[in-house]
């Protein structure tokens, strides 16, 4: 008897790392907008303060919910209780993530781009662009790369 096996069958935790990876993501991102709502100041340019930038601050209170429900998303992609909701609004919502979050980085890959070719250095770019290009896009991206690859694994699998 030759039994075939899939990868659902032989490596579960390898076919949910993406989906665990994509929650770690929005845990980390919420983690990080918490600390700058309470006040730190590592990782913003020149060392700004949220509570300097109103727009910043709206940002900040915005992504801290946003992204935990983020990780709850990825999560309930691979967790017994997400078979509670519909197979097709996770899909939805995980490819509506995935599109939010490279659609944001998209902008950014032509400043890439630009440092990759040297047609730009990095002293070209004012302190913000400098943490949009080299922190919070890629950030932006990766979140849409795992978002996807935890999407297009949760679609091509045999749950519901």
């Known amino acids: 008897m030759n039994t075939t096996l ?20 929005g845990v980390l ?3 990080v907008h ?3 709502l309470a006040g730190g100041r590592a990782g913003l340019p020149n060392g700004q303060s949220i509570f ?5 601050l709206v940002i900040d209170v915005i ?5 935990a429900v983020a990780a709850a998303l990825a999560l309930a992609l691979v967790r017994p209780w997400g078979e509670r909701f519909a197979r097709r609004m996770l899909l939805t919502a995980a490819w509506g993530a995935t599109a939010v979050m490279i ?10 781009a630009a440092l990759a070719v040297g047609a730009k250095s990095s002293g070209d770019l004012t302190a913000e662009e400098r943490f949009a ?13 795992l978002f996807a690859l935890a ?8 749950r519901r």
């Open 6 to 25: 899939t990868l659902d069958d032989r490596r579960p935790a390898l076919r949910n790392a993406g989906a665990y990876a994509a929650a770690a993501w």
């Open 29 to 31: 991102f919420s983690l």
């Open 34 to 36: 918490v600390y700058w």
């Open 52 to 56: 300097d930038n109103a727009p910043l």
């Open 63 to 67: 992504a801290i919910p946003v992204s």
């Open 103 to 112: 659609v944001h980085a998209l902008p950014s890959v032509v400043d890439w």
């Open 133 to 145: 290009t080299f922190l919070y896009e890629p950030w932006f991206m990766a979140g849409g790369l």
């Open 151 to 158: 999407a297009l694994t949760f679609q091509r699998s045999r």
